[in-house]
């Protein structure tokens, strides 16, 4: 498809993509500023990013940081320009590339280099009580068939991905009201296909995400071996990074239920043997599409089983977030990718494509606002 439609951008009064930033960012800081005794000179930067970012225009400093190249780039191009003309994908990008400079995360000499920024947020999550249950859950699981017990693994790891917790800044959840397109018959038959490569999991958040993935890895684990794509650093409130993923691993392993215990003992046993291997890729915290993918990872791609791309910062990039007609066809939107995809994500922002008219009539009258509100979620399956 060579015509695109319009990027989604950050101007339009009552858009989603503007309330994110005059409404969920200011949470956001205020976050940081009550989970951090952060000094007067980051708490000065942290406050005036914000209020650039409402009301003014980007600076000519390259925030410092890996991507050096692309930012320096990006940045010639962009300086000057009000943060309201940005396109939304790479104003929000490029916000969290500032919050990482503001907090001092990439400077050597600083007392907070290095410190993730979201972790307390990340831990009182894997702390809490929705993942116990989660995991209760999952040890009941044991007693079903063999395809029911993978099809809920699969519905466990779309539905994780309600709780990340950039959107929990403001929204509460309501609920999962509906898996609006579900192709994971697909999935499955990719997975169990004749494919001799990796099946490529690609992460979204940490928490009760990332655990429901792991979950899945492992049902995966079965059949074929896995490579486990993860943020190189805090990105998005609560994308997973290596860290976040041992912290699961050790949470999962101190749970009372002996089938948890035995999962975590199963994943690191996978990764001792590099059947589950871990990787990350500066291209995941670009705000890049991925029709513009590096080419050492379009390589891993083709040669994947499948590649799972989870969340809907993944869907953003992987459809392009741009003002999308909701009923043009999923595969003919990602049919550059280079090979078999697939997306899970709650609906978490304007755009969505593979509606089906009627459904999306029935969407349109009936939930209103069923595209950001984190309770439609879908399956879509390039192939
Ligand atoms: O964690 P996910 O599913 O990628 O969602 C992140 C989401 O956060 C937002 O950027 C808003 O903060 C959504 O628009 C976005 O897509």
Known sequence: MDDLPPRIGIDRPGSFSRSVFQERHPVLIANLLDDFPYPPRIRARLEALLAESRDGAVPTAVPPGPNAPFWEAQIAECAGRPWRSLPFLWAESYFYRRILHATEYFAPDSPWYGVDLFAPQKHAQLDGPEILSDLDAYTALAEREPDERRQALLHAALWGNQADLGFRTISAIAGQADVVVDDSAAVWDLIDGPGEGPVIVVADNAGREITADLALIDAILETATVELHLKPHPYFVSDATGQDVLATLAALAANPNKPVQALAQRLREAIRDERLILRTHGFYVLPSTYRHLPPDLADDFRAATLVIL??????????????????????????????????????????????????????????????????????????
């Open 310 to 383: 989870k969340g809907d910062l993944n869907y953003r990039r992987l459809v392009g977030d741009r003002e999308w007609d909701a009923t043009a066809p999923f595969g003919e939107v990602v049919d550059y990718f280079p090979g078999d995809v697939a997306a899970l994500r709650t609906a978490k922002s304007d755009l969505a494509v593979g509606i089906p008219p009627a459904r999306l009539t029935e969407l349109e009258t009936g939930s209103p606002d069923w595209r950001i509100s984190g309770t439609h979620a879908m399956i879509q399956v390039l192939h």
